[in-house]
Each structure stands twice: as structure tokens, then as C-alpha cells.
């Protein structure tokens, strides 16, 4: 009698045991789907805010490649970049770039551009830079990456392409120097990154030569 009664309790625990795994599992897929969709949301809203619907017809989410570059880019693992297209053509492109020389640390952030070389845009997607000095290179702070839209390799100069302190164009933080001297490095290598690397970027072969013999 005793071992029927520990017999049945087994299975109902297995049953229960079961049951409730289903029911984690299932609460567990929906849940991961639901932050996996809100994630894809903000990161589409982050690539609009650089490159509007109005200048593209893809879904730049989903014309992606991958980059590991550490020397232009500053990137510490691979990432992703995104091309923007209308019609087929390439429009522009936003690069993931990290500035490693933050007053309190890493700088990450994506930085928008054209394809006549131009800045589309910047966003600060993360860092530790110090409340109400360097983190006004956040866009929620401050629009001061705003300041780097339609500057290029040639505007400015390369000797320009610094903070007023250090005789460049580009504004400072009253008390913080290190953060935009950072992000503003950061910006000016990503550009050569797209300089030297254009084909691949857009798709685009570079014009042949004419031959002259």
C-alpha cells in the first residue's frame, strides 16, 4: 500500500515536474522573441535617427556585414555595419566605432556615412564618461555630435580635425576635454576606415583607369 501511495506521488511530481518545465520553456521563448524584437526596434531607431526612411528604401537591419577592425575603428571584438540603399544603389553606410581613450573608459558608437565620404551622423551608444562634464556626448545630453554632420576627409583639413584646444573646429566641454578629444579621434579614423576600405563598404568597384598606350 505504502509503495503504490510513493508510486503514485512519483508520477505525479514527474507529471508536475514536466508540466512546469513546459510552461518555463514556453514563457521563456516568447519572452527571449519579445526582447529579441524590441532590441531590433531600438537598433532601427538609432540607424533612422543617422539615415532617414526618406533616404533609403531597404532595411538596413537586414544588408549587414561584419568588421573586427582595431586599428581605425577601435573595435575590441567583431561587429556589425550597415548599408543603406535606394533603388539598389548604395546611399550611405553606419559603421560601429569605439574611441578607447575616454576619460573613464571605452566610448562605443556608430557613426553614419555617405558615399561622397560625408558624416550622415553620430550616435554614443554607450559609456562611463562623468555626469554633467564628458557624457554630453550622449544625444539624450546633448546635440553635440551633431556637429560632425557634412565633415569629411578634406572639411576640415586633417590638422583640424581636433577640439578648439588643440587648434582644431570642433567645440570642447566647458571643464571636459578628454571626451569630445576622444569621440572626435574616433570619428576622423572611421572615416579613413571608409576611405580605405570604400569597395568593399559600397559595393562599388573603383573607376579603372584609362589606359593611354
Avoid: C
Wanted: no cysteine.
Amino acid at each position: 500500500m505504502l509503495g503504490q501511495s510513493i508510486s503514485k506521488n512519483s508520477v505525479l511530481l514527474g507529471l508536475f515536474a514536466v508540466v512546469t518545465t513546459g510552461v518555463i520553456a514556453g514563457t521563456y521563448l516568447s519572452t527571449r522573441g519579445l526582447i529579441q524584437e524590441n532590441i531590433r526596434h531600438a537598433e532601427e531607431r538609432a540607424l533612422l535617427e543617422i539615415i532617414p526612411k526618406s533616404r533609403h528604401d531597404n532595411s538596413m537591419l537586414d544588408d549587414i556585414d561584419s568588421v573586427a577592425d582595431s586599428e581605425l575603428l577601435g573595435l575590441r571584438e567583431t561587429k556589425k555595419f550597415y548599408r543603406a540603399t535606394q533603388n539598389g544603389k548604395f546611399v550611405g553606410a553606419i559603421l560601429p566605432a569605439t574611441a578607447r581613450d575616454g576619460y573613464t573608459g571605452d566610448v562605443d558608437m556608430i557613426v553614419g556615412i555617405n558615399l561622397d565620404g560625408s558624416i550622415a551622423g553620430v550616435r554614443v551608444l554607450s559609456h562611463r564618461e562623468t555626469p554633467g562634464l564628458g557624457d554630453q556626448v550622449d544625444y539624450k545630453k546633448s546635440h553635440w555630435v551633431d556637429g560632425f554632420i557634412g565633415k569629411s576627409l578634406s572639411n576640415p583639413e586633417t590638422s583640424k580635425w581636433a577640439v578648439k584646444k588643440d587648434k582644431g573646429v570642433f567645440d570642447q566641454f566647458t571643464g571636459a576635454t578628454i571626451t569630445p578629444r576622444a569621440v572626435t579621434g574616433a570619428v576622423h579614423r572611421a572615416l579613413l576606415y571608409f576611405d580605405a576600405n570604400r569597395a568593399t563598404i559600397t559595393g562599388i568597384a573603383p573607376k579603372q583607369e584609362h589606359s593611354h598606350e
